[in-house]
T-cell receptor
């Protein structure tokens, strides 16, 4: 069964450093998403991406964040100048269509900023 | 501010009984509704989606939608200990999912 994959599973970085989180969406899916979940809190939408551009982004997704689809399979989230409060699980998801999104999630990357 | 509300629980249900999970949402324009299951430390797993008023059944799971009342529910029949998890309600709006905080369900053997 096709699945979304994410690397790395755990990333530790120092405050102020840049990190890149990687995702490989399900191959026939056209819509891609990033979410984050701070420990013990609700899932929060960051950004949606379609046809090589951002469709929607939340207030959280400020200039510190960027997304890219560098090739036909990878979808990346870059976080510049990381802060302690960026520590969270970051989930990538993909969907075939946007009509409702039956969105399928990857296993997540745990980001720890020290 | 579009919101999705769930009772945080925990909801404790005996094994074999029916677990009933509820969710309300604020955006009347929403058309798509989802239930995800999340085990501790894991990612959300899609278990049910519903787009039309009424009931939708899939195995032991039934999703119920009432758009007039802005209410979605999930019933789990013959609850098993493996159903113990946090259940997240999500509502689709403008290319994104709006999430509830989740209800923690505990199935007691």
């Amino acid at each position: 069964e096709p699945e979304v994959t994410q690397t790395p599973s755990h990333q530790v970085t120092q405050m102020g450093q840049e990190v890149i989180l990687r995702c490989v969406p399900i191959s026939n899916h056209l819509y891609f998403y990033w979410y984050r979940q701070i420990l013990g809190q609700k899932v929060e939408f960051l950004v949606s991406f379609y046809n090589n551009e951002i469709s929607e982004k939340s207030e959280i997704f400020d200039d510190q964040f960027s997304v890219e689809r560098p090739d036909g399979s990878n979808f990346t989230l870059k976080i510049r100048s990381t802060k302690l409060e960026d520590s969270a699980m970051y989930f990538c998801a993909s969907s075939e269509g946007t009509g409702g999104g039956e969105q399928y999630f990857g296993p997540g990357t745990r980001l720890t900023v020290t | 501010q579009k919101e999705v509300e769930q009772n945080s629980g925990p909801l404790s249900v005996p094994e074999g009984a029916i677990a009933s999970l509820n969710c309300t949402y604020s955006d009347r324009g929403s058309q798509s509704f989802f239930w995800y299951r999340q085990y501790s430390g894991k990612s959300p797993e899609l278990i049910m989606f519903i787009y039309s008023n009424g009931d939708k059944e899939d195995g032991r799971f039934t999703a119920q939608l009432n758009k007039a009342s802005q209410y979605v529910s999930l019933l789990i029949r013959d609850s098993q200990p493996s159903d113990s998890a946090t259940y997240l309600c999500a509502v689709h709006s403008n290319y994104q999912l709006i999430w509830g905080a989740g209800t923690k369900l505990i199935i007691k053997p």
